[in-house]
């Protein structure tokens, strides 16, 4: 009979690990705290030009992207028009993405041994009950 994966045996181990690994990893990402600084003040990137350093905020990025939206409707071919809208768009992803923090919520140190405990090791087992087991164990059943 085939088992997790199409590999003999292992269902109880698939099903135990997936189980562990489910909610140690809710209770992982339960634990972390998201927070972004993004606005129209917050400076993107940092440039050293002429030995002075500047940085660039995230409305000095949004200016090209509306000159470049107005060429686009103006003229639709035109490369410099799509260049400015598609270059200032990716900049303002990357620096939304780049703003983001990610902080652990406060906890006790068992705490975090469990719910680490409870993920990997679950996801050892899912992982063990994917591979073929042992031929002797399958004889025995």
Request: aromatic share 12%; proline share 1%.
């Amino acid at each position: 009979m085939k088992g997790a994966g199409g590999t003999q045996g292992g269902t109880g181990q698939f099903f135990m690990g997936l189980a562990m690994m489910c909610g140690g990893f809710y209770l992982l990402f339960n634990a972390i705290q998201v927070s972004s600084s993004f606005g129209l003040g917050y400076g993107l990137y940092r440039v050293n030009a002429f030995g002075q350093g500047m940085s660039i905020t995230t409305g000095m990025v949004m200016l090209p992207f509306i000159i470049g939206i107005v060429m686009v409707f103006f003229d639709a071919k035109s490369k410099l028009a799509w260049l400015l809208s598609l270059g200032s768009l990716t900049a303002l992803i990357v620096g939304v993405i780049s703003s983001i923090q990610f902080h652990f919520k406060s906890m006790s140190a068992f705490e975090l041994i469990v719910i680490l405990v409870l993920a990997f090791g679950g996801l050892g087992l899912f992982l063990r009950s994917l591979k073929d087991a042992p031929t002797s164990d399958i004889q025995a059943k």
